[in-house]
């Protein structure tokens, strides 16, 4: 079945430090690739996506390619900030079934000044 | 704009008393609606999901019930919790027919079973 394995966390990183969340997937089919972000007692936000075989997603900093000869949608950022500190999840969704969304278990990102 | 809405926003409750937690989307028709339960330090795990009213699929089978009266209402029930019922509880939707898929979130319910 649809699956999506993430890096283990927390990862802790020092401000202004290159920051990388492995993402894998396993799907039949083109599925869309996701990245959300949860602060600390909040709801998720969707933080970027792509929809195709190397599309690039990007917002705020981060971005992410998607890989289909690796199946792999790895969360880059240059430079973080305390603020970036947040729970990070990959996401997919197959593009012909909007009914279920399948989360990685999340990797905590805590940033040191 | 849309807007999704939880509440309560935290909740205490006993063991084997019973659970409402209750989530509202403004400015869409006919999403779909979903309900995810996040157990602390874990990922989120997909509890019910509904395509319209009254029309609900469960993912994992417990003690927790889903019901959809109104097209922009989703309601999660229990008539006796567990403490393992424990965690946190978002709502999400994404438009039906979407291209993209993407779901967006509420703010969350803490429930706390003690």
């Known amino acids: 079945g649809d699956s999506v394995t993430q890096m283990e966390g927390p990862v802790t990183l020092s401000e202004e430090a290159f920051l990388t969340i492995n993402c894998t997937y396993t799907?039949?089919?083109?599925?869309?690739l996701f990245w959300y972000v949860q602060y600390p007692g909040e709801g998720l936000q969707l933080l970027l996506k792509?929809?195709?075989?190397?599309d690039k997603g990007s917002n705020k900093g981060f971005e992410a390619t998607y890989r289909k000869e690796t199946t792999s949608f790895h969360l880059e950022k240059g430079s973080v900030q305390v603020s970036d500190s947040a729970v990070y999840f990959c996401?997919?969704?197959?593009?012909?079934?909007?009914?279920?969304?399948?989360f990685g278990s999340g990797t905590k990102l805590n940033v040191k000044p | 704009s849309q807007t999704i809405h939880q509440w309560p926003a935290t909740l205490v409750q006993p063991v084997g008393s019973p659970l409402s937690l209750e989530c509202t989307v403004e400015?869409?028709?006919?999403?779909?609606l979903y309900w995810y339960r996040q157990a602390a330090g874990r990922g989120l795990q997909l509890l019910f999901y509904?395509?319209?009213?009254?029309?609900i699929s469960s993912e994992v089978p417990q003690n927790l019930s889903a019901s959809r009266p109104q097209d922009r209402q989703f309601i999660l029930s229990s008539k006796k919790l567990l403490l393992s019922d424990s965690g946190f509880y978002l709502c999400?939707?994404?438009?039906?027919?979407?291209?993209?898929?993407?779901?967006?979130f509420g703010p969350g319910t803490r429930l706390t079973v003690t």
């Open positions: 999400a939707w994404n438009p039906m027919g979407g291209l993209t898929g993407e779901q967006y």
């Open positions: 799907a039949t089919g083109y599925p869309s």
């Open positions: 509904s395509v319209g009213i009254g029309q």
């Open positions: 400015g869409t028709s006919n999403p779909n």
């Open positions: 996401a997919l969704i197959r593009t012909y079934n909007f009914n279920k969304f399948y």
């Open positions: 792509a929809t195709k075989a190397d």
